[in-house]
């Protein structure tokens, strides 16, 4: 029986998984442009014909009913996030086989720092309206022009010939589109076939996953396995892999590099890595809410306090994403009020309880750490300095820890910045919130700080989670890590038009939602964002807009509409 039809948990399975993908690998490398956009169309029928089972099966994976609430998070997380990515790369690889950029269409426009983007959102009318109020670029680094943007965009895609080889992707635990997207990029940006392992929480997922991406299966490019650590660790030594991409922790991430205990300090000092190919990564850190101070409404306060909550306790608090530690100004008349609304917003969630293995321990590591923390509905909430355990361990768990700096308008922003920077842990996503009018009055001095924010994804008045599922966005840590100093990893993923060395993407969202945007000039019709966790709709949004992500056409996108002004 071929290894595609059972799990593949032996090294004798795995071998074979290995071998066929070098020769699926070969293959590919000769496939036309055109054959590749042609089988990325297929992949986008066949996540279409699961999406169901998909989001079902990611639910009950993490103890959730398909009818809960919450449930919504594991449509738009999962199966439409994947048919986004397919769709987006069958574009690029036809774009390039007609002779164009990927590129193409979209519009490259300054941005600060003697830098160009590309903007990627919104991309189509139907883009303009479902996300009305956003804007998503990806910069590139200062000193890169248009022209070169746009005529080094493709990576591997058209690089008919040219071998990639077999790479391992060691899928994350909490998102269940990670795995595939991860192995969807590698393939098309580099032409390497993968064999993906599952974390084990997901082991339940690997028959849809399987049908979800039967094209690249039977083309011999994609192997999906279950498996503990121990064939993890096989398959990181295995001879015929020649590139291994981790979505995970730093630590585990060190563990396969370096090794553990006193042999990995030795190679360390030797720089002598025991891992001897290449390896990239996503490996989270402590994510900043940066609360840009002004005046505010009873409704603003109200709004924005749900808003950086939800960024905690969107998937449990189990996302490398999530927010960690609010950003305030001590000298903000209403910091007291907006802490209110924090706790009263951290009360009145809906209740869920965590389910990612090890969570309870890294909540007690908070609670001992912390003996000033308040305890609300389950929750931890705790004020924090430079220094604190909070700033560098990332507890991936409903903890919120928030701090507060000197200073007002622009001086609060450059102060924050640099507390972001120097005093929390990776490099991966920042999130700012500041009211239009405070931004204005900012200028050219607001755009300055965002450029001095080194991370890879950058939202403001929006969630960098929402970037992860934007597939012309890129995603992944601020350049520059290393092996001996990973951070929040190596390279990036995503990056649905195939842009050559981006830097970081830069998400911009309405202050308020609709109605009140209009009333405030904002001119936005966005409502509630059906990420919040209070959403009311998020289920029904997640699966209309799913069903729409199969077919975009008008008549699918109202629906959308109609449920996600429900929230």
Not at 200 to 206: C, D, I, N, S, Y
Not at 317 to 333: E, F, K, M, T
Not at 411 to 429: C, I, M, P
Request: charged share 20%.
């Amino acid at each position: 029986m071929s290894v595609t039809d059972t799990q593949a948990t032996t090294e004798r399975e795995l071998d074979r998984a290995v071998e066929e993908l070098k020769v699926g690998a070969e293959r590919w490398a000769q496939l036309p442009v055109a054959g590749r956009g042609a089988l990325f169309r297929r992949v986008h029928a066949s996540i279409a014909e699961v999406a169901e089972e998909w989001a079902t099966a990611a639910a009950e994976a993490k103890h959730v009913s398909p009818s809960a609430p919450y449930a919504g998070e594991e449509w738009m997380t999962g199966p439409y996030g994947a048919l986004e990515s397919a769709a987006t790369y069958a574009q690029s690889y036809e774009a390039l086989a007609a002779g164009r950029s990927p590129v193409e269409g979209l519009d490259v426009v300054a941005a600060p720092g003697d830098r160009v983007a590309v903007r990627v959102l919104p991309r189509t009318a139907k883009e303009w309206v479902l996300f009305n109020g956003f804007q998503a670029e990806v910069w590139m680094p200062p000193g890169v022009t248009e022209q070169q943007v746009r005529g080094e965009a493709g990576l591997g895609a058209g690089k008919v010939g040219r071998y990639g080889g077999v790479g391992l992707v060691l899928g994350a635990g909490n998102i269940s589109s990670i795995a595939p997207l991860d192995a969807f990029y590698e393939l098309v940006a580099h032409n390497r076939a993968s064999l993906v392992k599952l974390n084990p929480t997901f082991a339940g997922l690997l028959g849809v996953y399987r049908k979800a991406l039967a094209p690249l299966v039977e083309a011999g490019v994609v192997r999906i396995v279950n498996g503990d650590g121990a064939a993890g660790a096989y398959l990181t030594r295995h001879s015929g892999i020649d590139k291994v991409h981790i979505t995970g922790s730093a630590v585990t991430h060190d563990a396969i590099v370096w090794g553990t205990g006193e042999a990995a300090e030795r190679r360390r000092a030797a720089n002598d890595p025991r891992l001897r190919v290449p390896i990239s990564s996503e490996l989270g850190g402590v994510a900043p809410m940066i609360v840009v101070p002004g005046r505010w409404s009873a409704a603003d306060l109200r709004f924005q306090a749900e808003h950086l909550v939800s960024m905690r306790l969107h998937n449990a608090g189990h996302n490398c994403i999530a927010g960690q530690v609010v950003v305030l100004s001590a000298g903000w008349a209403q910091k007291d009020a907006f802490l209110d609304e924090l706790r009263r917003a951290l009360a009145q969630m809906p209740a869920r309880d965590p389910w990612y293995p090890g969570t309870d321990a890294k909540v007690v590591r908070a609670d001992q750490a912390h003996p000033d923390a308040e305890h609300v509905s389950g929750r931890i909430l705790m004020e924090v300095a430079a220094g604190d355990p909070a700033c560098t361990d990332e507890y991936f768990a409903p903890v919120l820890a928030w701090t507060q700096l000197p200073g007002q308008g622009a001086e609060f922003l450059r102060a924050a910045v640099r507390f972001a920077n120097d005093s929390l842990y990776g490099t991966l996503g920042a999130n700012v919130v500041v009211r239009p009018e405070d931004r204005r009055a900012m200028g050219t001095a607001f755009d300055a700080a965002i450029a001095d924010l080194r991370y890879g994804s950058i939202a403001i008045n929006a969630w960098t989670g929402v970037s992860f599922l934007l597939p012309g966005a890129t995603w992944g840590a601020f350049p520059g890590h290393t092996v001996a100093d990973v951070g929040s990893g190596i390279d990036v993923v995503h990056n649905g038009y195939l842009l050559s060395g981006p830097e970081r993407t830069v998400l911009t969202g309405p202050f308020r939602p609709f109605p009140r945007s209009v009333l405030h000039g904002e001119l936005t019709l966005f409502p509630k964002p059906p990420w919040f966790s209070g959403s009311r709709s998020v289920t029904d949004t997640g699966r209309r807009l799913t069903r729409y992500a199969v077919s975009s056409s008008w008549g699918r996108l109202v629906p959308v509409l109609l449920a996600a002004f429900r929230a």
